[in-house]
């Protein structure tokens, strides 16, 4: 019978049914970092049980890590704290660390893909909402709590729930300016914060299987935004092109191999679906939020909804009817698991290309990892964003949620790549977050205000 | 390890009002600087609580009858975003032991189950009328029997959502699950011997 992707890759790893009704799951992958595991590690001593698989757990640091000095101790006592037990975990359990002097450190859901660990048909769970990244590659991947993270750890099992499939197509050719960030934000501005509840998305359609794997990663790293713990794109050239080369992705015969295997997981086609929406991509355009959660969103050229929710707008200062262009920032800020990979900081760096951030704008670029990092170097975008006054950091998680220093004062505006204008999210509990694609952020730094990125540049289209 | 069986829940209330409320607010990331759970429960809505304070407000959190309160009562999307645990656990160490609410989101709920923190669903109209009943009189007991399906409060009931695993988790006292997840292991490895990919 013809199957989802998600039913063939469930079905591969379901060990039995639970008691509770549960199936309990086998996890290929285990992805750790320093804020959810440290109390993971201390249930499992505190049981006296052992990491079950540690050569299928890869840790990392990222949450908490300085993006400006990295010399260690770090100046803040407990991140150095945080950072020191997940190394001293790692190192009792004999679980691979890419820690700040491995070149490979990054944020989790940038390095697993970008080391090839990320591979279709796999479960990978991480004890991080945008676990729901690693779906671009064919993957199922939850984002899982701290207990769930001792029971993987302990188990290499997950008690899961199957999961209802909504696929969610998307056809036609974006305009120019309108990036993957557009495509997913206007999904969940559609299907609503609270949408995909009990539902992993599946994205299809042409438009979805043009975007590189570097999109595919946006879309579906937001899906928990839309309430879908999970969001996945059936594996294709693409993803098997991504792929090859990596360091631990098959290689010669085995790859072969596993191509072949990769091609089979996708959805069969007349698979049965539990709901199917689609979209037109002509009709995306560039998005910006106006509110406190990710489903709040309008196009830029848009005026904010006359029903628009009076706590959001009393909480960013906003009227309804009000135009989003021309809105005022302070901070731009370039990164994040959403939109901090090489070709995130590419269409960045082209709006910026030649130009100055406004006077009152602090902008800074925070590479998803040190990979990332280093191979923009080498393009010499990091001068670009230099000389238009970026400041160009190390790499992390930073201002996404601001467990580190960098963070938002007071009401700051921020134009900001990441995935959640939550109340405080970027640490000031006043402070006002509205999400847009990199080259939106970029245009934001150079007008000091938001300002529809096709009116900077002219962007080709595709 | 043996959980206790959660058969029902009762207790005063604290009403909660708002759709969307984000484990970033019951919980924010500054005090995810921790390696333990211990002490989340003095911040839990730091930051809203603060913000009602600065105008002139009392955040229900911090109203006199929320004192030694068990019973949490919110609206749509509860728990939505970041995984963090320290949310429900921020919130069972503050003395809740159960949520009633409208709709959760899925991470939070997972979370919650757990620890043997009860999240019920009540349709929208039945919640409006319990929280109307609470806010009438915040002192009034609200129980929740997870048995029999039904929550209660002031002479008035309405039947409860519970997914049938969730309800099997409580009553039996499995919602750790840990334990299960290791008995008969060679199943398990069976599993793992069979996958296509290794590293
Ligand atoms: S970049 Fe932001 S959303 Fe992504 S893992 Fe880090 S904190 Fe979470």
């Not at chain 1, 960013?316 to 939109?339: E, L, W, Y």
């Not at chain 2, 609410?101 to 929208?124: H, Q, R």
């Not at chain 2, 039996?172 to 793992?192: F, H, I, K, P």
């Amino acid at each position: 019978m013809a199957q989802t992707l998600f039913e063939k890759v469930w079905n591969q790893h379901a060990v039995r049914q639970l008691p509770t009704g549960q199936t309990q799951l086998y996890i290929g992958l285990h992805l750790i970092h320093e804020v959810t595991s440290p109390q993971a590690f201390d249930m499992l001593r505190a049981r006296g049980w052992t990491v079950r698989a540690p050569h299928r757990t890869f840790a990392t640091v990222d949450h908490i890590v300085p993006t400006a000095s990295v010399a260690r101790p770090f100046q803040d006592a407990m991140a150095e704290q945080m950072t020191a037990a997940l190394e001293k975990s790692c190192l009792e359990h004999k679980i691979p660390l890419f820690d700040l002097s491995s070149g490979r450190q990054g944020i989790v859901h940038v390095i697993g893909p970008e080391l090839g660990l990320t591979q279709p048909g796999m479960t990978i769970a991480c004890g991080d909402s945008h676990t729901s990244t690693h779906g671009a590659f064919g993957a199922l991947a939850f984002g899982i709590g701290t207990s769930q993270v001792r029971d993987v750890l302990a188990s290499q099992c997950l008690a899961m729930t199957p999961l209802k499939v909504r696929r969610i197509s998307v056809s036609g050719n974006l305009a120019a300016g309108v990036y993957a960030k557009d495509i997913i934000l206007t999904i969940i501005q559609r299907l609503g914060v609270e949408g995909g509840v009990g539902f992993a998305y599946e994205y299809a359609g042409d438009t979805i299987e043009r975007l590189t794997m570097d999109e595919r990663m946006t879309i579906c790293n937001m899906s928990i935004e839309g309430g879908a713990r999970i969001g996945y794109v059936n594996p294709d050239e693409t993803t098997a092109d991504y792929l090859a080369g990596r360091l631990f992705a098959p290689i010669g015969a085995n790859f072969v191999a596993a191509k072949k295997r990769w091609a089979a997981l996708a959805s069969d086609p007349g698979a049965r679906y539990d709901d199917e929406v689609s979209f037109r991509a002509e009709e995306i355009a560039p998005t910006v939020t106006w509110g406190t959660n990710p489903g709040q969103s309008i196009g830029v050229g848009d005026r904010l909804p006359a029903g628009a929710d009076p706590d959001s707008l009393a909480f960013m200062g906003f009227r309804a009817g009000q135009p989003i262009a021309g809105t005022k920032v302070d901070v731009a800020f370039i990164g994040s698991c959403t939109n901090g990979r090489l070709s995130d900081l590419r269409e960045a760096a082209r709006v910026i290309a030649g130009r100055k951030v406004a006077p009152n704008v602090r902008a800074m670029v925070v590479p998803g990892s040190q990979a990332v990092r280093k191979a923009a170097e080498k393009e010499g975008l990091h001068e670009i964003f230099q000389a238009a006054g970026f400041d160009w950091r190390g790499a992390g998680c930073s201002m996404c949620l601001a467990m580190n220093p960098d963070r938002l004062n007071g009401s700051e505006v921020c134009a900001s790549s990441s995935n959640r204008n939550f109340k405080g999210r970027q640490g000031s509990p006043t402070g006002r977050t509205l999400l847009m694609s990199p080259a939106m952020v970029a245009a934001a730094a150079i007008e000091g205000a938001v300002v529809d990125v096709r009116k900077i540049l002219t962007l080709e289209g595709r | 390890m043996e959980n206790s069986a959660i058969t029902s829940v009762s207790g005063h209330a604290i009403v909660l009002r708002g759709n969307d409320i984000d484990t970033d607010r019951i919980i924010p990331a500054r005090f995810l600087k921790t390696v333990t759970f211990d002490g989340l429960d003095a911040n839990v809505f730091f930051d809203d609580r603060a913000a009602m304070r600065r105008d002139g407000g009392v955040h229900p959190f911090d109203a006199p009858a929320s004192i030694g309160a068990t019973m949490l009562i919110v609206n749509k999307n509860f728990g939505c975003g970041s995984s963090r645990e320290h949310a429900p656990q921020a919130l069972y160490r503050r003395g809740f032991r159960a949520v009633v609410g409208e709709s959760f989101a899925d991470i939070f709920f997972s979370n919650s189950l757990m620890i043997g923190l009860a999240c019920v669903s009540l349709g929208a109209d039945d919640i409006e009328s319990l929280m109307k009943i609470v806010e009438g009189n915040p002192a009034l007991v609200v129980a929740v029997n997870l048995e029999s399906g039904v929550a209660t409060a002031g002479g008035k009931s309405w039947p409860i959502q519970l997914p049938p695993h969730a309800r099997h988790a409580l009553i039996s006292g499995q919602w750790d699950g840990a334990g299960l997840l290791l008995q008969n292991y060679a199943d398990v490895e069976a599993v793992d011997a069979k996958l296509p990919y290794s590293f």
